[in-house]
């Protein structure tokens, strides 16, 4: 079985331009969660997704950045206008759901803005 | 928001010794999850405990949870170099779907 894939693994772009993250989620799960990651920090929750609905945006800034997970394939990050502050590990992370709610983690993109 | 808070966040042994790891949040939680990071990679998922579990084993990694001093521990036994990683805890935000709250990691050195 596949897990969490994500793509692209490593993306430059230069301030002001615009970055769009990919991620498949494990077969048969339907939850998505992005985080994102700082030199020497842990994750930080950005976004949690179902099926074509975004249940919780709590952690990802009101401008600049949005998410959707649409019927068909990926879930998609997408950051405008980048800027130096954004350069970091994005993660993406799916779950069945459930009580137990245990979340499998892809290998991440990591953004850098020159 | 609840968060786990790794301890120490840095450790540095020999092979063959035992690694372990300390893990505090803040709030009632129905499980908690340790994870292991591997430089410049993603996170692979070592291990869930629940509330009502006191322990539970994988392998070489035991973990324990005492939910009355919210806290957990985990033991790395017979390390080896290839252990060499962070070491994450991460509690759910709130109860069932949500999202995972991270500490900052233990980062662990195995001197071969």
């Known amino acids: 079985n596949a897990g969490v894939m994500q793509n692209p693994r490593h993306l430059v772009r230069r301030r002001g331009q615009e970055a769009r993250l990919r991620c498949s989620p494990m077969k048969g799960h339907s939850h998505v969660y992005w985080y994102r990651q700082l030199p020497e920090e842990g994750l930080k929750f950005m976004v949690y997704l179902q099926k074509e609905n975004i249940i919780d945006e709590s952690g990802m800034p009101k401008e600049r950045f949005s998410a959707e997970f649409p019927k068909e394939g990926p879930s998609i990050l997408r950051i405008q206008q980048v800027v130096r502050g954004d350069s970091a590990a994005y993660f993406c992370?799916?779950?069945?759901?459930?009580?137990?709610?245990?979340?499998?983690f892809g290998p991440g993109t990591r953004l850098t803005v020159l | 928001s609840q968060q786990g808070e790794e301890d120490p966040q840095a450790l540095s042994i020999q092979e063959g010794e035992n690694a372990t790891m300390n893990c505090s949040y803040k709030?009632?939680?129905?499980?908690l999850q340790w994870y292991r990071q591997n430089s410049g990679r993603g996170l692979v998922h070592l291990i869930l405990?629940?509330?009502?579990?006191r322990e539970k084993h994988s392998g070489r990694l035991r973990v324990t949870l005492d939910t009355s001093k919210k806290s957990s521990s985990l033991l790395i036994t017979a390390s080896r170099a290839a252990d060499t990683a962070s070491y994450f805890c991460a509690t759910p935000s709130s109860s069932g779907n949500t999202p995972l709250v991270f500490g900052k990691g233990t980062r662990l050195s195995v001197i071969a």
């Open positions: 405990i629940r509330s009502n579990e």
């Open positions: 992370a799916s779950s069945r759901g459930g009580t137990d709610n245990e979340q499998f």
């Open positions: 709030t009632s939680i129905n499980n």
